[in-house]
């Protein structure tokens, strides 16, 4: 157990309405990361940490923000989710930047 | 964008059976992980290959990191049930040097 706990676990919302993801670690790491997850497409990079405050985009960043105001936890939101956003978010840890990351357990989003 | 390809998408096999399931790419890779998935979970690290023609084993697996860093491949020996899962291979460094890119995954069933 990596120390990741990922909030909430399911969720259903309706277009156009803003959706929050937390992501929480305990390990204290410094790069911290939000995939999305699609059939066929393996794990697609939504945006990432370095620091508190430090944050940049990734390959899927349109539709998304993030932000990380403390070292142990890193938000995704989406301000007006689409059904497109359907899809499953991790989140995930690591000690250096492109390294071993460590894995939160997911959240189901389904936009209807 | 660099791309990593997996194949098979899709494995189904017997138990003890060997399989071997492939990551290439047209990009050098400074480090290439695998990792394995099952449902309901986050990818949970297996290996990290670094240098060029490296093998490494993990009781019944084989990594192997190919001689120009570009692909690599994933030897179960005598599969079990237990194996079953999503292998995702992942490559760290190229031109986008610090992100980790992400195969799209094999998904492997191992029927008993």
């Known amino acids: 157990d990596a120390g990741i706990t990922q909030s909430p676990r399911h969720k259903v919302t309706e277009t156009g309405t803003p959706v929050t993801l937390r992501c929480h670690q305990t390990?204290?790491?410094?790069?911290m990361y939000w995939y999305r997850q699609d059939p066929g497409h393996g794990l697609r990079l939504i945006h990432y940490?370095?620091?508190?405050?430090?944050?940049d985009k990734g390959e899927v960043s349109d539709g998304y923000s993030v932000s990380r105001s403390k070292t142990e936890d890193f938000l995704l939101t989406l301000e007006s989710a689409t059904s497109s956003q359907t899809s499953v978010y991790f989140c995930?840890?690591?000690?250096?930047?492109?390294?071993?990351?460590?894995f939160g357990q997911g959240t189901r989003l389904t936009v209807v | 964008t660099q791309l990593l390809e997996q194949s098979p998408q899709f494995l189904s096999i017997q138990e003890g059976e060997n399989l071997t399931v492939y990551c290439n790419s047209s990009s050098v890779f400074s480090s290439l992980q695998w990792y394995r998935q099952e449902p309901g979970e986050g990818p949970v690290l297996l290996v990290t290959?670094?240098?060029?023609?490296e093998v490494k084993k993990l009781k019944r697996l084989t990594f192997q990191f190919g001689d120009a860093r570009k692909d690599s491949s994933l030897h179960i020996t005598a599969a079990q049930p237990g194996d079953t899962g999503l292998y995702l291979c992942?490559?760290?460094?190229?031109?986008?040097?610090?992100?980790?890119?992400f195969g799209s995954g094999t998904q492997l069933t191992v029927l008993p």
């Open positions: 995930a840890i690591s000690t250096q930047q492109g390294y071993e990351a460590f």
């Open positions: 390990e204290n790491h410094r790069y």
């Open positions: 290959v670094v240098t060029g023609g």
């Open positions: 992942a490559g760290q460094g190229g031109s986008s040097a610090r992100q980790l890119t």
């Open positions: 940490s370095y620091g508190v405050k430090d944050t």
